[in-house]
């Protein structure tokens, strides 16, 4: 139980476009997901809280107008990268909590976006 | 904010060996105490988690022990075998819900 899966893998775009990555919770319901990014070799940097229905709540220093984040359902959370540059070149991860266990969250297998 | 850190920051062990992993933090609010297994290239993987109200908990050959009043908790791992390589994250947990992950430790299991 508990499988949360993203798509795509795996997006290599050019300079200038949008890409969307999309995190869904496939035997639960998610009551709220959050993103995070890892540059290499590095720790999870969470982004942004997302409860459905709601806006996303951003961290500090994370631009809401460029990693927009859509959570329609409670099995769906979006986010897209918008007019990406080679500096937002990453491995995103979503993850989803139930609202049985608030606190426990359950990660997605990642994206990994390379913007030339 | 949480500050937390991670001790060693690599760890090599004979297969069969044990290994101990430990987590510091500072937040005396921290109330749930979760590690993550992340393999190369793959999403983080919740392998065992602790609240505050519970000393030690053992599944298999893995365990967490906590201890609140130093804010410090430790990953056990017994018998170690090579799939066991991976990086290792804490990521304790305040009230906000939000985790404060450690910049990981890389474990190395050699056959």
């Known amino acids: 139980g508990a499988v949360v899966s993203q798509h795509p893998s795996r997006v290599i775009c050019k300079s200038g476009t949008s890409v969307k990555i999309e995190c869904r919770s496939l035997d639960f319901q998610a009551t709220t997901m959050f993103w995070y990014r890892q540059f290499p070799k590095q720790s999870l940097m969470l982004m942004a809280t997302?409860?459905?229905?709601?806006?996303?709540?951003?961290e500090q220093g994370v631009e809401k107008d460029k990693f927009l984040i859509n959570h329609a359902s409670l099995t769906l959370s979006t986010l897209t990268v918008t007019s990406a540059h080679p500096e937002d070149s990453s491995f995103y991860i979503c993850?989803?909590?139930?609202?049985?266990?608030?606190?426990?969250?359950?990660f997605g297998p990642g994206t990994r976006l390379t913007v030339l | 904010g949480e500050n937390v850190e991670q001790h060693p920051s690599t760890l090599s062990v004979q297969e069969g060996d044990s290994a101990v992993i430990k987590c510091t933090y500072s937040d005396s609010a921290s109330n749930y105490f979760p590690w993550y297994k992340q393999e190369l290239g793959k999403g983080p993987q919740l392998i065992i988690d602790i609240r505050s109200n519970v000393g030690e908990k053992k599944d298999q050959r893995i365990a967490v022990t906590l201890n609140k009043t130093a804010k410090h908790f430790s990953l056990h791992i017994t018998e170690t075998q090579p799939e066991d390589s991976a990086v290792y994250f804490c990521a304790p947990t305040g009230a906000n819900s939000k985790l404060t992950f450690g910049k990981g430790i890389t474990l190395s299991v050699r056959p």
């Open positions: 997302s409860n459905e229905g709601s806006k996303a709540t951003y």
């Open positions: 993850s989803a909590t139930t609202s049985g266990r608030a606190d426990t969250q359950y």
